[in-house]
C-alpha cells in the first residue's frame, strides 16, 4: 500500500516536473513577444513626439537621432565623467605608488588619502569645506566624549540628524550670516553643493560612532563559526563582512583616520557606503578579496552597461516624457510603457554611478558592497528589491538602524521609522515621505503573508503547485505596488497618484490593467524558475 502511494506520489511529481518544464517555454516566448511590442511602442512614441520634449541633446552615437539628457543628475555625472577620470587616474597614480615605494600602513595612508581627498573637495566644494570640518570635528569629540554612555547613541543620531535637516533647510549655509567680513566666501563655493554630498557623510560620521560605542563592549560576533561558514574566507581571503564585523585596534580610531574615512574621494560623491570597520581594517591591508584580473573585468563591464545606457537614451525618451509631462496626453498602455521605461533608466542610472565609484575604490585597495547585485527586472518581493537596489544603504540601515531598534522582534514598526529616515535623508519633499509610506503601506502586508508561508510547507504536488500559483499573484501585486510608488516618489508625486489611478480605471485602461497584472504574474513565475535554477 505505502509502495502504491510512493509511486502515485512520484508520478504525480515527474508530470509537475514536465508541466514546468513546457510552461517555461511558453513564459519566455510570452517574454520575448512582450518586449518586443514593447520596444515597438517606445521608438514609436519617441519618434512622433520628440519635438515636443524637453531636455534632449544632439546624439552622438546614432546620426540625427537626439539623446535624452533630460536627468539632471545623470546629466552631471556624464558631462563629469572626464575630470572625473583624470582625477581617478591621479589618485590612483600617486596613492598606489607612494604606497608601495614607502610601505605606508594604517596611518601613513590616512594621511595619503586625506591630502588627495582634500584637494579633491577643495575643487569641489571651495570654501565651503570648512562646513564639513567643523561638522566632522564636532561629532568627532561628541563621540570620544560620550561613546561609554549608555544614552551614547541617541546623542549621535539627535546631533547628525539636526545638521541633515538644518544643512537642507539652509541650502548649505550662507557665510555672510556670520558677518559681513565672512561675506567674500560666498564666492567661493566650488562647483558641487557641499551639503547634497554631506548626506553621506551623515551615514559615516553615524557609523564611526557606533562602531567605536560597540567597540567598547563585548561584540557577540563569533569569528570562528563565521570562518567554518563562510566560503571566502576558507579560501585564505577576507569578505566584508568579516571586516566590519570583527574589532579593530584602538589607535585605528583616531581623528586623521576619521577623516579619511569621511573624505576618501572614490567613494566620497555617491558611495557606496561602506562602515567605519571594514574601511580602517583595509588601510593596513588592501583587500585581496577581487584579483586584478577581476577588478578589470569590472571595469570592462561598466564600459560595456555605459555603452548600453548612451543606446538606450538615444532610442527611447522615457525621462524626457516624465519630465515634459507630456505623458499625460498618452494612453494608459503608453503610460505604462513610460513609467516602465523611466524605471528601468533610474536603475542603470545607479548602477552606473555606484559602479563607477566601487571601480575607483576597488583600484586603491578598499572593497565595497555592489550597490546594484541584481538587475529591476528580476525581483518579486520589495525585501529582495530593498536588498538589491542601493544594497549597501539597505545594510547600513539595517546594522545602525533596523537591529538597534529591535530587529524581527519589531519588524513592523521598524520598517516606518526605518523608511522615514529613507525619505528625509534624500531629501525635504512630501513627494519623499509619501513614496516612504506607501511602500510602507504594501510592506505590512507581505511581511504577515511570508511569516504565514514560512510556517507552510508543501508535502503534496498540489501544495507545491497552489504554493506557486498564490506566489506568482503575490508578486504579481508586489510588481504593481512597487511601480506605483516608485513613480509617486521619483516622477509624478503625490499630487499625480489620483490621475495615474483615474486613467487606469477607465474602459480603456482597465483591460491594459488586466493584462499588465498577468504579464506581471509570469513575470513572476519567471522568476521563481530562475530561482530554482540557481539553487
Not at 552622438?60 to 537621432?65: C, F, G, K, T
Not at 537596489?389 to 521609522?417: C, E, Q, T
Not at 528625509?424 to 509619501?434: F, Q, R, T
Not at 514560512?454 to 508578486?475: I, M, P, Q, T, Y
Request: with cysteine; hydrophobic share 50%; aromatic share 20%.
Amino acid at each position: 500500500m505505502n509502495q502504491e502511494k510512493l509511486d502515485t506520489s512520484n508520478l504525480y511529481k515527474n508530470r509537475f516536473t514536465k508541466w514546468k518544464q513546457k510552461e517555461l517555454v511558453l513564459i519566455i516566448f510570452y517574454a520575448i513577444a512582450f518586449y518586443a511590442y514593447v520596444i515597438k511602442r517606445s521608438l514609436t512614441l519617441s519618434h512622433d513626439h520628440y519635438q515636443k520634449l524637453y531636455g534632449l541633446a544632439p546624439g552622438w552615437l546614432i546620426p540625427h537621432r537626439p539623446n535624452d539628457v533630460s536627468d539632471a543628475q545623470w546629466r552631471n555625472f556624464r558631462g563629469n565623467l572626464p575630470i572625473l577620470t583624470f582625477v581617478f587616474a591621479i589618485f590612483t597614480l600617486i596613492s598606489t605608488g607612494l604606497r608601495l615605494f614607502f610601505q605606508l600602513r594604517a596611518k601613513g595612508m590616512a594621511f595619503l588619502w586625506l591630502s588627495l581627498s582634500f584637494f579633491y573637495l577643495t575643487y569641489l566644494h571651495g570654501a565651503c569645506i570648512i562646513y564639513i570640518l567643523l561638522i566632522a570635528t564636532a561629532n568627532f569629540v561628541l563621540v570620544k566624549r560620550f561613546a561609554r554612555t549608555v544614552y551614547f547613541p541617541f546623542i549621535l543620531w539627535i546631533f547628525n540628524i539636526f545638521f541633515l535637516v538644518c544643512n537642507r533647510i539652509y541650502e548649505g549655509y550662507s557665510f555672510s550670516i556670520f558677518g559681513r567680513q565672512f561675506e567674500f566666501l560666498d564666492n567661493f563655493r566650488g562647483t558641487f553643493r557641499w551639503h547634497i554630498c554631506f548626506n553621506f557623510v551623515v551615514l559615516r560620521m553615524i557609523s564611526f560612532g557606533c562602531d567605536y560605542h560597540w567597540v567598547q563592549h563585548d561584540s557577540r560576533f563569533d569569528q570562528e563559526k563565521h570562518m567554518t561558514r563562510c566560503s571566502l574566507c576558507k579560501s585564505g581571503k577576507i569578505c566584508y563582512v568579516l571586516r566590519q564585523e570583527r574589532s579593530i585596534a584602538n589607535d585605528h580610531y583616531s581623528f586623521p583616520i576619521y577623516l579619511c574615512y569621511l573624505l576618501y574621494a572614490p567613494l566620497y560623491i555617491a558611495g557606496p557606503i561602506i562602515s567605519f570597520n571594514a574601511f580602517a581594517s583595509q588601510l593596513d591591508v588592501p583587500q585581496n578579496t577581487h584579483s586584478v584580473k577581476h577588478v578589470a573585468r569590472y571595469g570592462l563591464r561598466w564600459l560595456f552597461s555605459f555603452l548600453l545606457m548612451e543606446l538606450m537614451t538615444h532610442l527611447f525618451y522615457y525621462n524626457a516624457f516624465a519630465i515634459s509631462r507630456l505623458w499625460k496626453e498618452l494612453s494608459p498602455l503608453e503610460i505604462f510603457i513610460i513609467g516602465y521605461g523611466v524605471l528601468n533608466f533610474m536603475w542603470l542610472k545607479f548602477l552606473l554611478i555606484w559602479r563607477y565609484f566601487r571601480f575607483w575604490s576597488l583600484v586603491n585597495g578598499i572593497e565595497t558592497v555592489e550597490n546594484m547585485p541584481r538587475c529591476i527586472n528580476n525581483c518579486y518581493n520589495l525585501e529582495t528589491f530593498w536588498k538589491n537596489w542601493h544594497a549597501s544603504f539597505n545594510r547600513w540601515l539595517v546594522r545602525y538602524m533596523y537591529i538597534p531598534l529591535g530587529g524581527s522582534r519589531r519588524k513592523l514598526l521598524n520598517v516606518w521609522v526605518v523608511f522615514t529616515f529613507v525619505a528625509v535623508w534624500h531629501d525635504l519633499e512630501w513627494k519623499l515621505l509619501s513614496w516612504a509610506w506607501i511602500t510602507c503601506l504594501f510592506f505590512v502586508p507581505e511581511m504577515l503573508v511570508k511569516s504565514a508561508s514560512n510556517a507552510f510547507k508543501a508535502e503534496s504536488v498540489l501544495g507545491e503547485f497552489l504554493f506557486r500559483e498564490l506566489a506568482a499573484l503575490s508578486g504579481a501585486v508586489t510588481i504593481t505596488s512597487l511601480m506605483i510608488a516608485n513613480l509617486v516618489g521619483y516622477v509624478i508625486g503625490p499630487s499625480g497618484l489620483n490621475w495615474l489611478v483615474s486613467g487606469f480605471l477607465t474602459g480603456e485602461g482597465v483591460p491594459v490593467l488586466g493584462v499588465l497584472f498577468f504579464s506581471f504574474y509570469l513575470a513572476t513565475k519567471l522568476m521563481l524558475h530562475i530561482k530554482e535554477w540557481r539553487n
